[in-house]
């Protein structure tokens, strides 16, 4: 039987078809399985015209590039749509960082296909559960996942107090975690069980890093309490500054100017915690306006830094809410501009800014690359079970 095309009684099946096949080419592409994350039906090099994605291990970081990833770009309240705030910088010399590790963001961090050798350091802004609330799954987790070479090195503010600072966090985490830490001694090598802490004074601007060429710089930020920082990180010519949660401070006004990347963060609106969330219009504004950052003052914040991309985050970035806080910092701020999304990848060279989302395979695992290193790694004292539970094993050889 011949089909006339033009006949509508075979138009809608012949659509269906063509979109269904578009859809199979799209998903061969994405696909998270394959070769690099990637089936190659179509042949990694046709990745190429897909320029509004990153697909992890399909891409070389250039020797003078640095490339940051968005984590968590949420807020306090818990959901999938948007994990608590977490930033991954790559550096083209190899260095690897994260910038705070708020709840949920472990998860997208192995998509990224990248060792958790290889990225063991931690700089945290403050103390509050939605910056810090995957700290252990990273610690832990990552030592079961091949850290088993190295501790994590984590960076982080004193407080007013000493129970308010960073050290103190830490080895209450330790405590806490004994039962894990100890039942896996005698299994595992015992270096991936250990956190380095290195603690600094909350109240200076300093630089609290400063290794392989790359420098990073504490800023006080007013937060609630005392304790809360903002960083910068310059390398190689390049710079990158995360405000943590704060109000507007001269503090980072004055140390982050002209940054390459500048990430800050831009609260709901007064009015959309009232109206989502049921609060009233007083304590909506205090903590949209006075414990963070609102939109506007954000806007005002770039507008007096001047970097040559700026990144608000921390707010709801739903379709019906988006545009009030992209139309309030652009009373301010007309310079470029982008609204964190999770996944949100950012490519940047002295030349020029890419920003794309993040394609990254879900169903991972990390191989051991060295399994004699890691076999002959000196292990901790094993803890076996009691002897009455030994006895009841089923199927003992």
């Given at each position: 039987m011949k089909i006339n095309i033009r006949d509508r009684r075979y138009l809608n099946p012949i659509l269906v078809c063509v979109l269904l096949f578009i859809f199979s080419l799209g998903s061969a592409v994405v696909h998270p399985h394959g070769e690099n994350g990637m089936v190659t039906s179509l042949g990694k090099e046709k990745a190429v015209f897909y320029k509004n994605y990153y697909f992890p291990n399909t891409e070389k970081l250039a020797a003078d590039e640095m490339r940051v990833i968005a984590l968590g770009t949420g807020n306090p309240d818990l959901r999938k749509a948007q994990v608590a705030p977490s930033w991954?910088?790559?550096l083209g010399n190899g260095d690897k960082f994260f910038f705070d590790v708020g709840i949920g963001s472990q998860v997208n961090f192995p998509m990224l296909q990248i060792s958790f050798r290889e990225a063991d350091k931690v700089f945290l802004t403050h103390l509050h559960v939605d910056h810090v609330g995957d700290l252990d799954a990273l610690w832990l987790s990552g030592w079961v996942s091949n850290r088993y070479d190295r501790p994590l090195r984590v960076w982080g503010p004193s407080g007013a107090k000493e129970k308010y600072g960073t050290r103190y966090f830490i080895n209450k985490q330790k405590e806490a975690w004994a039962w894990d830490v100890d039942s896996r001694h005698g299994k595992l090598p015992a270096a991936g069980a250990g956190i380095e802490v290195n603690e600094f004074d909350f109240s200076k601007t300093q630089v609290v890093y400063n290794e392989n060429g790359v420098k990073i710089t504490s800023i006080p930020a007013l937060h609630v309490m005392d304790g809360p920082v903002s960083y910068r990180l310059d390398w190689n010519g390049l710079s990158f500054a995360y405000s943590g949660d704060t109000t507007p401070t001269r503090f980072f006004v004055d140390a982050t100017q002209g940054v390459d990347l500048l990430i800050h963060e831009a609260f709901p609106t007064a009015s959309q915690m009232e109206e989502r969330i049921g609060w009233d219009r007083e304590t909506a504004k205090v903590v949209g306006e006075f414990v963070h950052t609102a939109p506007s003052d954000a806007g005002k914040v770039f507008e007096m830094t001047k970097p040559r991309?700026?990144?608000?985050?921390?707010?709801?970035?739903?379709?019906?809410?988006?545009?009030?806080?992209?139309?309030?910092?652009?009373?301010?701020?007309?310079?470029?501009?982008?609204?964190?999304?999770?996944?949100?990848?950012?490519?940047?060279?002295?030349?020029?800014?890419?920003?794309?989302?993040?394609?990254?395979p879900t169903n991972t695992y990390e191989e051991v690359v060295d399994p004699e290193a890691f076999g002959n790694a000196k292990r901790g004292k094993n803890i076996p079970p009691s002897d009455w539970l030994l006895k009841g094993r089923l199927f003992a050889d």
């Open positions: 991954f910088v790559e991309h700026a990144v608000g985050y921390h707010f709801w970035n739903d379709f019906d809410l988006i545009h009030e806080v992209y139309d309030e910092i652009r009373k301010y701020y007309k310079g470029p501009l982008s609204l964190a999304a999770d996944g949100m990848v950012f490519n940047i060279t002295k030349e020029k800014i890419i920003v794309r989302s993040l394609v990254g």
